[in-house]
C-alpha cells in the first residue's frame, strides 16, 4: 500500500459514498473500487460492508482507519520537516460560500500567498450548510462555517465575523409582504406571505424553531441552497427571505432590498475559519492559521 492508497481509504472511511470520494479524490468510481479491492486483499480483510445503498466500516475497517489516520498524520509532519529551506509548497484546498470568498478570504490569502507564493491554494465555493461536512468528509482542509453550539469537538475554530439574521422583500414588489393590518407596522401574516428558505443549515434551523415555539404555520414558497439563491428569489417578487445580513451587505443586489422591520430577532451567525484539529499538524495549515488569527 502507498499513501495515494491510504488517501483514498480515509477519504471513504468519511464520506462512506463512493461516488463521493471518487469525486473529491479525482478517480472514477471503478478505478477507486479496484484500490479498496486490492487493499482488502493485501490485508486479507473486508474493510467496507457495502450494497446499492449504504456503506458501513466493518470492525477490521475501524481498526485500519485509525492506522491510517497515524500513518497520514505522520506523513505530513514529515513533509513539513523536510521541506527545503522551510519553504512551504503543495497544495491547500479551501471550501466556503460565494460571500465569505468575497468577504473574508481576501485579505487573508494575500498575506498567506505573500510569505508562502509556492503553496497552491484550491478553492470550492458553495452552499455555506456544506462546509462543515465537506471538512469531516476531507473533502476540504480548511472551511469558512456558520458554527453550530455543539458538535465541534474535533474541529479548530478562528472566529472570523458575527452577522445578524434579517427578514429582507424586494422595493419593487412591496405587494408581497401581507400583513394583519393595513398599516406598515402591523404584524406579518405568515400564512399569507410566500417565504423563501434555505433547504439546510443554521439559519433553516433558527427558523424552524421560531415557528414551532410560536405555533406558526408558514406559507413557504421554495426551499434552496444557499443565501445568494434567496436574494436572487427575493428579488423576483416571490417572497420574502432570511439571511444574514453579511451576505446581503456582499450582494449586487442589496440596493433593490428592503430589511423588514419589527420581525422575530433569531441568534445571528457566527462565522468561523475552521480545520480538523489533526490537521494542524500539517505546516501549510498551521502557517494558515498564524496569519488568519487576530
Known amino acids: 500500500m502507498d499513501i495515494r492508497t491510504l488517501t483514498l481509504f480515509r477519504h471513504l472511511s468519511g464520506s462512506l459514498h463512493f461516488a463521493r470520494t471518487s469525486q473529491a479524490c479525482h478517480i472514477t468510481p471503478s478505478a477507486l473500487t479496484r484500490v479498496i479491492q486490492r487493499l482488502e486483499t493485501e490485508l486479507g480483510e473486508q474493510l467496507f460492508i457495502r450494497d446499492?445503498?449504504?456503506?458501513?466500516?466493518?470492525?477490521?475497517?475501524?481498526?485500519?482507519?485509525?492506522?491510517?489516520?497515524?500513518?497520514?498524520?505522520?506523513?505530513?509532519?514529515?513533509?513539513?520537516?523536510?521541506?527545503?529551506?522551510?519553504?512551504?509548497?503543495?497544495?491547500?484546498?479551501?471550501?466556503?460560500?460565494?460571500?465569505?470568498?468575497?468577504?473574508?478570504?481576501?485579505?487573508?490569502?494575500?498575506?498567506?500567498?505573500?510569505?508562502?507564493?509556492?503553496?497552491?491554494?484550491?478553492?470550492?465555493?458553495?452552499?455555506?450548510?456544506?462546509?462543515?461536512?465537506?471538512?469531516?468528509?476531507?473533502?476540504?482542509?480548511?472551511?469558512?462555517?456558520?458554527?453550530?453550539?455543539?458538535?465541534?469537538?474535533?474541529?479548530?475554530?478562528?472566529?472570523?465575523?458575527?452577522s445578524p439574521l434579517v427578514f429582507i422583500a424586494s422595493k419593487r414588489y412591496p405587494g408581497v409582504i401581507v400583513r394583519q393590518g393595513n398599516r406598515r407596522g402591523d404584524i406579518i401574516d405568515w400564512e399569507k406571505t410566500p417565504m423563501i428558505l434555505a433547504e439546510r443549515g443554521l439559519s433553516r434551523e433558527r427558523m424552524d424553531l421560531w415557528f414551532a415555539r410560536n405555533q406558526v404555520v408558514p406559507n413557504v414558497y421554495s426551499r434552496v441552497a444557499g443565501h445568494e439563491a434567496i436574494i436572487a428569489l427575493v428579488n423576483l417578487g416571490c417572497g420574502m427571505g432570511l439571511v444574514p445580513e453579511l451576505v446581503l451587505e456582499k450582494s449586487p443586489l442589496a440596493g433593490d432590498m428592503e430589511i423588514l422591520p419589527g420581525m422575530p430577532e433569531l441568534p445571528p451567525y457566527e462565522i468561523g475559519l475552521c480545520t480538523r484539529k489533526t490537521n494542524l499538524a500539517n505546516p501549510k495549515i498551521t502557517a494558515l492559521w498564524e496569519i488568519a488569527a487576530p
Open 52 to 162: 446499492n445503498r449504504s456503506v458501513e466500516l466493518t470492525y477490521a475497517g475501524t481498526a485500519f482507519k485509525r492506522y491510517t489516520e497515524d500513518v497520514l498524520l505522520r506523513w505530513e509532519r514529515l513533509q513539513g520537516e523536510l521541506s527545503e529551506d522551510e519553504i512551504l509548497q503543495g497544495e491547500l484546498s479551501i471550501y466556503c460560500s460565494v460571500t465569505a470568498a468575497y468577504s473574508i478570504l481576501p485579505d487573508i490569502i494575500t498575506r498567506y500567498r505573500t510569505v508562502h507564493p509556492r503553496v497552491q491554494i484550491r478553492l470550492e465555493t458553495g452552499d455555506p450548510a456544506q462546509s462543515l461536512d465537506r471538512l469531516r468528509n476531507r473533502d476540504a482542509d480548511v472551511v469558512i462555517a456558520a458554527l453550530p453550539g455543539k458538535g465541534l469537538k474535533q474541529i479548530e475554530v478562528l472566529n472570523m465575523a458575527t
